[in-house]
């Protein structure tokens, strides 16, 4: 959870509280009415760090809520069986897959949820782990041996905070 919504109280940085990432607000509502409104601004999402940065990096990821991932599949064009995602995803041909997280489920600006697109490797996102999961010797304690564990983990860094967007977007299933 903390590689999601860091700790202020370590001075640590979480991916949806990263201080440089850009973030934006969506005004449409992604409730299915739409398909082309909600196509449009899928696709500004996807494509705003592309133009920021002037075409230099491009975003080859994405990651949004699992209630966003069905809404983008169920949501059909009128006289088609076209999904808005259908279209989407051959609109983008750089983003090949959609990751979906449930910490982006309700956690923005009044419940809305997170859409993030980014690089792949060590220039995006990158969940920083300085000692992985260590197990100590068990210890008797009474009848029972328990064995303590810690892991060291250094918050989120990401490199190229101009290949990725936040946006925050309001849902309904």
């Known amino acids: 959870i903390m590689s999601w919504f860091g700790s202020a109280i370590d001075g640590l940085f979480g991916v949806l509280t990263y201080p440089w990432m850009p973030l934006t607000i969506s005004a449409v509502a ?14 500004s999402i996807a494509d705003e760090p592309f133009l920021a940065n002037e075409g230099v990096v491009e975003p080859d990821a994405m990651v949004t809520s699992p ?6 599949a169920r949501t059909r064009f009128p006289n088609s069986d076209e999904s808005v995602l ?38 995006g996102i990158q969940n920083v782990v300085s000692q ?23 918050g989120i860094v990401l490199r190229d905070p101009f290949s990725t967007l936040l946006a925050w977007v309001d849902v309904t299933v």
Do not use: C, W
């Not at 992604?30 to 696709?43: M, Q």
């Not at 209630?67 to 983008?72: F, S």
């Not at 010797?137 to 328990?146: M, R, V």
């Open 30 to 43: 992604f409730d299915g009415t739409v398909p082309a409104n909600e196509l449009d601004e899928i696709s």
């Open 67 to 72: 209630r966003m991932l069905r809404r983008l």
């Open 86 to 123: 259908q279209r989407f995803l051959a609109d983008h041909p750089s983003i090949t897959k959609i990751d979906t997280a449930r910490e982006l489920q309700g956690t923005g600006p009044g419940g809305t949820d997170g859409v993030i697109v980014h690089r792949k490797g060590r220039r």
């Open 132 to 154: 992985g999961f260590t197990l100590l010797p068990a210890q008797a304690q009474g009848f029972e041996q328990i064995t303590y564990a810690y892991m060291s983990h250094g």
